[in-house]
C-alpha cells in the first residue's frame, strides 16, 4: 500500500503565509520545511510499502532518501489531487504536510483500517472543517472532482462524495491541522519534540 504526501517547495512568501505575521516570510517557510520533514520522517518509518511525494516545486536537503517524487500538476487542487493519484495502481493512503504530529503509528493505524474488512476508503476531518487524510482501496477520478477546498464544509463534502459513489467509508481521527499562528502553537504543545515545534519556538513573537 503506498503513502502519498502532497506538498509544496518551502519558499519564503509561497508557503504557510498565513504565520505571516507574527512570522517573516523565512520564518513561515523554515516552519514549513520543518513540519514537512517531521512528515516525511513519519511516513519512511511507517509500514506503507512506497512513500510517493506529490511536490510542487524542486526537491530538497529535507526529503529523504526513498522517497518517489513526483510533480502535482496544474489546476485547482482538486486537479493536482486527481493527478497526484495516477502516481498509485493499488490501495494508497493520502496526507498533507499541515500535520506535522503525525507518527509513524498514526499512519500504519489509518494504512490498516484501510486494510480492514468491508472498507473501500478512509477519511480523517480536520477541525476547521476541511480533510487531513484520505484513503482508498482504488483511484476514483470522481472523487474530488467539484469538491470546494478551505470552507467550513469542505470535509463533510468530501464524506458525502465518497458515500454517494458506493465507497464503504471509514472514519479516522478528528486532527488539527496548521493553518494560523494558534493552530502552530497549539500543535507545537501536542508534538512538542518535533522539528515544527522547535520552529515555531523560535519565533520571537507572543507566545500566545
Not at 500500500?1 to 512570522?23: F, H, Q, S, Y
Not at 496544474?74 to 490501495?91: E, V, Y
Not at 469538491?147 to 468530501?158: E, K, L, V
Amino acid at each position: 500500500m503506498d503513502l502519498l504526501v502532497l506538498a509544496k517547495e518551502p519558499v519564503p512568501g509561497r508557503v504557510k503565509t498565513r504565520l505571516i505575521p507574527p512570522c517573516s516570510p523565512l520564518e513561515a517557510a523554515q516552519i514549513a520545511e520543518a513540519a514537512l520533514t517531521d512528515t516525511l520522517a513519519a511516513a519512511v518509518g511507517c509500514g506503507a510499502d512506497r512513500v510517493v511525494l506529490a511536490l510542487d516545486g524542486k526537491v530538497g536537503a529535507w526529503c529523504p532518501p526513498g522517497v518517489h517524487v513526483v510533480p502535482q500538476g496544474s489546476g485547482d487542487l482538486a486537479a493536482r489531487l486527481a493527478t497526484t493519484w495516477c502516481a498509485t495502481s493499488g490501495p494508497a493512503l493520502q496526507i498533507g504536510m499541515d500535520t506535522p504530529q503525525l507518527s509513524a503509528a498514526d499512519l500504519d493505524a489509518a494504512l490498516a483500517r484501510l486494510a480492514a474488512p468491508a472498507v473501500d476508503a478512509v477519511l480523517g476531518l480536520a477541525l476547521d472543517g476541511g480533510w487531513w487524510a484520505i484513503g482508498l482501496r482504488s483511484s476514483e477520478p470522481a472523487v474530488f472532482a467539484g469538491i470546494p477546498t478551505s470552507r467550513a464544509d469542505t470535509g463533510a463534502r468530501q464524506l458525502a462524495r465518497l458515500v454517494s459513489l458506493g465507497l464503504r467509508t471509514a472514519r479516522l481521527s478528528d486532527r488539527r491541522d496548521v493553518d494560523t499562528w494558534a493552530d502552530a502553537l497549539l500543535v507545537t504543545d501536542e508534538a512538542p519534540r518535533t522539528r515544527f515545534a522547535a520552529a515555531v519556538r523560535a519565533v520571537p513573537a507572543p507566545v500566545r
